[in-house]
């Protein structure tokens, strides 16, 4: 059996984890609660103010998982590895994913910043094949740059070589 990868991310990527769970979760609970508050406020309905209540609790259960336990462990459980002819990648929880890519099969690398991955000095890098795409969030940017033209330089010799 092969190694377990042993790059990890940088640990403020749980910070942009926690950050981008969190507006998704604020959001999603606007759309939801609001139209239950209006028709309760309006309308003299008792009973859309007890569907908002119900929301509210399960968005902060939802809450305390995303943002408060769950970032940690998505974090230790996040690895990967550049090896001499692939790209070695494991992520998962409850589904432990495990991508070996070899450079060979390499199309294009890029690099993304999102704003809150900007505010961090974090970066992801993302490996094409014509089988999918492939991130790694959470590097530094000059961690990320460097990945990424590792993997474009090996993806090139791979083809010379053919």
Not at 48 to 67: E, K, M, Q, T
Not at 98 to 103: E, L, Y
Not at 121 to 147: D, K, N, Q, R, Y
């Amino acid at each position: 059996m092969r190694p377990l990868p042993s790059c990890k991310l940088d640990p403020k990527v749980k910070s942009v984890w926690r950050i981008s769970a969190a507006i998704v979760l604020a959001l999603s609970l606007v759309c939801c609660a609001v139209p239950f508050l209006l028709a309760g406020a309006l309308g003299e309905e008792d009973w859309a103010f007890l569907v908002a209540g119900i929301l509210a609790a399960v968005h902060a259960a939802l809450a305390a998982w995303f943002v408060g336990a769950f970032p940690p462990i998505r974090f230790a459980r996040w690895r990967y590895q550049v090896g001499e002819h692939e790209l070695d990648i494991m992520r998962g929880l409850f589904w432990r994913k495990r991508f070996v890519i070899p450079f060979i099969r390499v199309q294009n690398t890029d690099t993304k910043q999102g704003p809150i991955m900007r505010a961090f000095g974090l970066a992801e890098v993302t490996v094409a094949t014509a089988a999918g795409e492939h991130c790694i969030p959470g590097l530094t940017v000059e961690e990320a740059e460097s990945l990424r033209d590792a993997i474009a330089t090996q993806a090139r010799l791979a083809r010379e070589d053919i």
